[in-house]
């Protein structure tokens, strides 16, 4: 157990978990963030359209004063966080947890170091680097960070400030984590190695379902909002992180542009973009399968189109 500092004030944290067809891991989510050492917390369980027992589990936590339950129609994981980001008061600290998945008694305590007992984000990384904004952005784009809501203490303002963007069904975690990161000034960075948060082995899950033209679209969508965000907060003055970020993007885009299908304004103002800027040009391939798709894009893009259509065929 982590011995926090006594002195520190007893922040309420509330942890949101929005919930669809997962009754078979549900009561030991719900159970585990109920028995934490860490004792001010509330739970707000979002019910979000599920078709299975879930909606019976729920029921027999109605009477739990800890526990608050919203029920809505099947909008997607963010429509889900953000009723419960709304419902929380304005004060303390949010955490998410998923609900096919469970935490450790003392989760909620180890987020709480001994040395700083105020801060705006407390997270868990695979790596050891100065927690500088530029240093927590390149962790995100080299999966140093996990890119999920989860294994994060934010708070409540301004998780309230970056409510997730309901359009995006996939990667819309990713774009909420940059606006977060960059609205926080004060960091406390944990070793993931010593995280108390466990993930199920549930093939259902959203992360893991097959690559459809939606996700592609998506995926592409929210690193494209991410970058303008970064532009916009003036992060991507530095030359390595703005690099990392055109590779990164590029990569997306290069995924994202076989499909004849879409052809939204939204698409032609991001492919305008795209070679306005030469981020393709500037694209730095990481392995022979990236650099081959960047020589067709540039030099034999019919050839290039007719091989994303024999592959998705």
């Not at 019976?56 to 800890?66: D, F, M, V």
């Not at 907060?233 to 992180?241: H, Q, R």
Request: aromatic letters at 16%.
């Amino acid at each position: 157990m982590v011995l926090y500092n006594l002195f520190m004030k007893n922040y309420p944290v509330h942890i949101i978990i929005p919930v669809y067809n997962s009754a078979e891991f549900l009561e030991k989510c719900i159970e585990s963030c109920l028995f934490q050492t860490y004792k001010n917390i509330d739970i707000f369980l979002i019910d979000d359209g599920s078709t299975d027992d879930s909606i019976s589990i729920l029921s027999k936590y109605e009477s739990n004063p800890k526990i608050h339950i919203i029920k809505q129609e099947n909008k997607g994981p963010g429509a889900a966080r953000n009723a419960g980001i709304l419902a929380c008061n304005n004060n303390g600290y949010i955490t998410f947890v998923d609900s096919d998945d469970w935490i450790s008694p003392d989760y909620i305590e180890h987020f709480f170091n001994a040395e700083q007992v105020d801060f705006d984000l407390s997270f868990y990384s695979n790596k050891d680097f100065t927690c500088s904004k530029e240093n927590i952005l390149y962790s995100l784009l080299t999966w140093d960070s996990p890119r999920g809501p989860v294994r994060k203490l934010i708070k409540t303002d301004i998780v309230k400030r970056n409510l997730f963007d309901e359009k995006y069904y996939y990667g819309e975690d990713l774009l909420f984590n940059f606006g977060v990161f960059l609205n926080s000034n004060s960091f406390v960075m944990l070793n993931i190695n010593e995280c108390g948060y466990n993930i199920s082995p549930n093939n259902r899950s959203l992360t893991r379902s097959k690559v459809t033209q939606k996700r592609l679209r998506d995926s592409y969508l929210t690193w494209y909002q991410s970058f303008l965000l970064c532009e916009k907060f003036e992060f991507l003055n530095s030359k390595i992180l703005k690099a990392k970020f055109i590779n990164v993007l590029a990569n997306e885009f290069l995924e994202f542009y076989g499909s004849n299908k879409i052809k939204d304004n939204e698409y032609k103002t991001i492919k305008k973009y795209v070679n306005k800027n030469k981020i393709i040009k500037k694209f730095k391939p990481e392995n022979k399968i990236q650099k081959r798709k960047k020589i067709l894009y540039l030099y034999f893009r019919p050839l290039y189109k007719t091989i994303r259509k024999i592959v998705k065929a």
